[in-house]
Nanobody
Framework: QVQLVESGGGLVQAGGSLRLSCAASGRTFSTYTLGWFRQAPGKEREFVAAITWSGSTTYYADSVKGRFSISRDNAKKTVYLQMNSLKPEDTAVYYC???????????WGQGTQVTVSS
């Protein structure tokens, strides 16, 4: 069993920045691909970013590319999402998730609210 706990969400003005953190338990943390997803009211959950176990490969949704940056610290069992140049359309609940190779995302955090005001 793996537990994921997000933190760092909050209210920020458009153009501002936030850094989300996701602290994980589990001995096999370093073997997982880690991802961030978000869901706005009335909308489907969408992929935001992901990072492979080595940290050498990252993926971003087109909507956040160039503004968001994902990173991980395996020693601290933590994954981060640095969000810059935030827009009102970034407002959503952000979830951290983890998966093993060849599997769907299995472990999910409780979510953290990000609200961007204009």
């Amino acid at each position: 069993q793996v537990q994921l706990v997000e933190s760092g969400g909050g209210l920020v003005q458009a153009g501002g920045s936030l850094r989300l953190s996701c602290a994980a338990s589990g001995r096999t943390f370093s073997t997982y691909t880690l991802g961030w997803f978000r869901q706005a009211p009335g909308k489907e959950r969408e992929f935001v970013a992901a990072i492979t176990w080595s940290g050498s490969t990252t993926y971003y949704a087109d909507s956040v590319k160039g503004r968001f940056s994902i990173s991980r610290d395996n020693a601290k069992k933590t994954v981060y999402l640095q969000m810059n140049s935030l827009k009102p359309e970034d407002t959503a609940v952000y979830y951290c998730a983890a998966r093993s190779s060849g599997e769907d995302y299995r472990y999910w955090g409780q979510g953290t609210q990000v609200t961007v005001s204009s």
